[in-house]
């Protein structure tokens, strides 16, 4: 890893599910993140993807009349890129576990542990879940009911498992538990938040089994480069992409520059990310990553998003009515980053309203509604400050220290709020000073030039903080206020140091009143 270097990555999308809000949650979440270090000066880098191996995909291609590729290709064109454009995610990187960069490089991943003597050949029998891609130990199963009555199921899944019985290439996991656990022990912040940590660290000391790492009964995905006949499990495999995309095997120099990476998970597949992965890591004698940080699980009505069960909200549903940056703001303003979080229409309405509508973008619209109307458009130069004045600058400093300390710890939702203390406290000096009543009075130009001159410069403050969560509204904003080049290149970690412009221009609603809001029904 170079100096500055951040490098963040989400979980790669399963190509057959159905994007939902919650893939979009941890998109936004990494993509604010990224942006935040961007605009701080570091070579941040945001890697997301998809996930095309594996037996359900197979199975859904064929029934469906085309190649796995295909219907992969299909789906990547269909579902998945369009979502990061609905919700205006700036990545790096998108890589596909069918790129021949990816295939090539997990392959000499797994021949390397294989030559170190990490792999062996064994016999294994159990319950396999094709909806988890995983095969499940007892506990995981549950009686089925309805259809399934009489039957184990998955209890994430509702439906039948399978019981398999293979010969599998095993990775010696076992042999890392203790290493595992002295990282965990040793470097406390590497998985997060707390809970997360005390989950995955009992997990460990009740003692790992090893990992059956191939499968031979379909041929849909990379294959073990010592024996074509089997394919590697899909969940070896996409754990990889984290490496191939960042130039493992391929471009040494790259790699050194951005490995280790902070990964954003749901809490799901926290032991995927925090287990079998440094593990494998440890095996292949590459560094861990830098952070694995499992988010909550998103509420609809009490239940967890899940396509499953039927609680799936398609982003669009959102964006097409709030836009793209109320979608980013509310998530990351309403629920706290590592926890469960509801999510509701009502809520996302009176946050739009009140904090966006009203609270910044009202605020914008003023200030520059009253540089136009009572100087020509040209922003005023102070006179004297008074302790008002010096109080909403020691606030833009205090800020955006705050929220830099806040992202530094990925409290996305705590770094929001410090800087809605300044949108607060800026509403509340145009309240108190009255330009508009300083206006009609000659005799007090000057005070009112030092109002909306400081004014201005606090609303510049925000375009500058508020860029990595909602880039449109402050982009216009950026540009009505004649701010000195691109808003992307504003170092956020010193917003206050922004400079405006000599004339500030004309700006429409940022956040434009919505009329009625019909909530989209489940089906
Ligand atoms: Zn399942």
């Not at 290709?73 to 454009?85: G, I």
């Not at 287990?275 to 830098?290: D, F, R, S």
């Not at 229409?345 to 946050?351: H, K, M, Q, Y």
């Not at 302790?387 to 020691?394: E, G, M, P, S, V």
């Amino acid at each position: 890893m170079s100096a500055g270097s951040f490098y963040i990555t989400t979980p790669i999308f399963y190509v057959n599910d159905v994007p939902h809000i919650g893939h979009a949650y941890t998109e936004v979440a990494a993509d604010v993140l990224a942006r935040w270090h961007r605009q701080s000066g570091d070579d941040a880098w945001l890697l997301t993807g998809t996930d095309e191996h594996g037996q359900k995909i197979l199975r859904t291609a064929i029934a469906n009349g085309v190649t796995p590729k295909e219907w992969a290709d299909r789906l990547v064109e269909t579902a998945w890129k369009p979502l990061l454009q609905t919700v205006n995610i700036a990545n790096d990187d998108f890589i596909r576990t069918t790129d021949e960069r990816h295939e090539v490089n997990a392959q000499k991943f797994l021949q390397h542990l294989h030559d170190e003597g990490h792999i062996y050949t064994g016999e294994y029998e159990g319950y396999y879940c094709v909806g988890c891609e995983e095969y499940k130990q007892t506990g995981d199963l549950v009686d089925g009911t309805g259809d399934y009555a009489g039957q184990l199921v998955c209890a994430i899944h509702s439906k039948p498992v399978e019981l398999l019985h293979e010969k599998n290439y095993f990775f010696k996991m076992s042999a890392f538990a203790d290493r595992l656990l002295a990282l965990y022990e040793e470097n406390p912040d590497f998985v997060q938040p707390e809970a997360a940590r005390n989950e995955v660290m009992s997990f460990v000391k009740r003692g790992l089994s090893d990992l059956s790492i191939s499968r031979s009964s379909f041929d849909w995905g990379i294959k073990v480069p010592w024996d074509e006949s089997h394919v590697v499990y899909v969940w070896f495999d996409a754990l990889l992409n984290y490496i191939t995309a960042a130039g493992y095997g391929q471009n040494d120099e790259e790699f050194a520059s951005r490995w280790p990476a902070t990964h954003i998970v749901g809490k799901d597949i926290l032991r995927f990310h925090a287990v079998i992965w440094p593990a494998m890591l440890m095996a292949a004698g590459i560094e861990v990553p830098k952070q694995v940080f499992g988010h909550g699980w998103l509420l609809v009505g009490g239940e967890k998003m899940s396509k499953s069960k039927l609680t799936g909200i398609a982003p669009s549903q959102i964006t097409d009515t709030f836009g793209s940056d109320a979608f980013r703001y509310y998530f990351m303003r309403a629920i706290s980053f590592g926890q469960d979080g509801s999510f509701s229409w009502e809520d996302l309405s009176a946050r739009y309203q009140s904090e966006l509508a009203n609270g910044f973008g009202n605020l914008a619209s003023r200030v520059i509604a009253m540089v136009v109307r009572y100087c020509d458009g040209t922003v005023p130069a102070a006179g004297a400050f008074t302790a008002d004045d010096l109080a909403i600058q020691a606030t833009e400093r205090r800020v955006t220290d705050a929220a830099t300390s806040f992202i530094a710890t990925l409290a996305i939702h705590d770094a929001l709020a410090s800087v809605w203390q300044l949108v607060d406290e800026l509403n509340g000096y145009i309240t108190l000073q009255e330009p508009w009543a300083l206006a009609k009075n000659p005799d007090s130009r000057e005070r009112l030039d030092t109002v909306l001159h400081t004014a201005v410069h606090g609303l510049g403050t925000l375009a500058v903080l508020l860029s990595p969560v909602i880039p449109v509204a402050t982009g216009k904003l950026w540009t009505a206020l004649g701010g000195d080049g691109a808003l992307a290149d504003q170092r956020v970690d010193r917003a206050w140091e922004w400079t405006g412009g000599a004339r500030v221009s004309a700006l429409e609603p940022l956040f434009p009143r919505i009329e009625s809001i019909v909530e989209p029904s489940d089906g």
